[in-house]
């Protein structure tokens, strides 16, 4: 993620007291609910008394961009809180304690799962590695956690939820999951330990008493509210820039055009994507506003997530980074298999969702 | 004391170094603040999240840069 090390601080209580807090949370939720509820009555109104013609390019593109900036960032806002305060039960060290001495298999489902909800930045990718290949973490268990970390993240759920609705958010997550548990488990199944840079295997992981991080509920709150800060916070920019052009698409681009490039027809548009994906590097946030747009505009479902997926999961840093405890054949494997996966789950998308 | 911050060198890593030395002088501690980049190192730590903070060998905080409150915490327990 461009975000990198987007976790909160987990802080001491200090400050109001519980109660308030809880009570300030309540109200800001009903109150987020209350205006979502009127945003798109409010928005069309707001573009209606503008003195442009009903019906023009410019009024859809108008329209377009007042209703879906204030849409996405407030679904990124929810989302981005939702997952900050559930990370605040999670940490890399106690996820490696969880899945050391897992087998393959229930290793792998459980590493993907955890990967979504465990804190963790592309920056600490290799002492995360070591730590958990060294614990007794089978190295395709291992690998199913860096490929869910990255891919099912928050700001990409969110944005899919808000722009593309819930179904494609959730067979998002599935696909994302079941992607990372089958990849690493057939890496797995290679046996590529000896592919591991040699010094890996001779590092003695210490095993340090960590202190306890057990936090209060205001503790986790604040966690939700300092993601919501620092995530939103960076990406807010990229959500509007990517609404705008989304917005210029909406209004003006062929239809025919892109339909006939990345329409379902185009077979060959599906691994075409994910080739121009993997070396990119951006975060969800700005792509996804684009992607309703195009998918709006006959570029099919599929071609749009898988070259998403490939954007967000593989990229070029953190291959360099991983370039540290892995030789090239390896990541090559890596590359390899999860972008295969994301080709097929691209196909998947084509077939299941009938635009 | 001896503190050591553990991290590849990441922009938190730094601000975290800047964030104890700053509590440090202004408490006018005596204190040796060491960045710890090698891998080896900081994995012999059991830190799997930088940056991560050790004090007199000790790991106290991993994956985030602390507060000020928090630095505050664990120089006053070391009195």
């Avoid at chain 1, 809180?81 to 304690?97: C, H, I, K, W």
């Avoid at chain 1, 930045?121 to 291992?142: E, K, N, Q, R, Y």
């Avoid at chain 1, 890996?200 to 604040?222: C, H, S, W």
């Amino acid at each position: 993620m461009s975000t990198c090390c987007p976790s909160p601080t987990p802080r001491p209580s200090v400050g109001p007291r519980p109660t308030i807090w809880l009570a300030t949370t309540v109200l800001g939720l009903v109150a987020w609910f209350a205006v979502y509820w009127v945003l798109e009555p409010v928005s069309a109104w707001a573009v209606a008394q503008l003195p442009i013609a009903p019906e023009s390019h410019l009024e859809e593109a108008l329209a377009f961009f007042f209703y879906d900036t204030p849409k996405v960032l407030m679904l990124l806002t929810l989302v981005v809180f939702a997952m900050g305060v559930v990370r605040s039960f999670f940490s890399a060290e106690n996820t490696r304690r969880l899945l050391s001495g897992k087998r393959e298999g229930v290793g792998n489902v459980a590493a993907a799962s955890l990967g979504i909800v465990t804190p963790f930045c592309s920056c600490s990718a290799v002492p995360l590695f070591i730590g958990f290949v060294s614990a007794g973490v089978p190295l395709g268990v291992t690998f199913s956690f860096l490929i869910a970390s990255p891919m099912v993240n928050e700001v990409a759920l969110g944005l899919l939820f808000g722009l593309v609705g819930w179904k494609v958010a959730v067979t998002y997550l599935a696909s994302g999951l079941g992607l990372a548990i089958l990849a690493g488990f057939v890496i797995g199944r290679f046996h590529l330990d000896g592919w591991l840079q040699p010094w890996v295997r001779d590092v003695r992981m210490g095993n340090a008493e960590l202190p306890d991080q057990r936090l209060t509920v205001v503790a986790r709150l604040r966690a939700g509210l300092d993601a919501v800060a620092d995530i939103v916070g960076k990406v807010w920019l990229w959500v509007i820039a990517g609404i705008a052009i989304g917005a210029l698409i909406h209004g003006y681009a062929p239809a025919e055009l892109l339909a006939s490039i990345m329409g379902k027809d185009a077979w060959w548009s599906v691994p075409a994507a994910v080739v121009v994906g993997i070396p990119m590097y951006s975060n969800a946030a700005g792509i996804i506003p684009i992607v309703e747009a195009l998918i709006g505009k006959g570029a099919a479902l599929g071609t749009v997530l898988a070259f998403m997926m490939a954007v967000i999961a593989l990229s070029l840093p953190e291959m360099i980074i991983l370039r540290k405890v892995l030789t090239v054949k390896l990541i090559a494997v890596f590359i390899g298999v999860v972008g295969l996966g994301i080709v097929t789950v691209g196909y998947l998308f084509n077939a299941l969702f009938v635009a | 004391m001896e503190i050591k911050i553990l991290g590849p060198g990441c922009a938190r890593c730094k601000a975290t170094s800047e964030a104890l030395e700053k509590v440090i002088q202004s408490r006018g501690i005596q204190a040796q603040l060491t960045k710890v980049e090698d891998m080896r190192e900081i994995v012999s730590y059991g830190v799997l999240s930088t940056p991560g903070v050790v004090i007199d060998g000790k790991v106290v905080h991993t994956g985030s840069v602390p507060t000020r409150e928090m630095i505050e915490g664990w120089l006053a327990a070391k009195h």
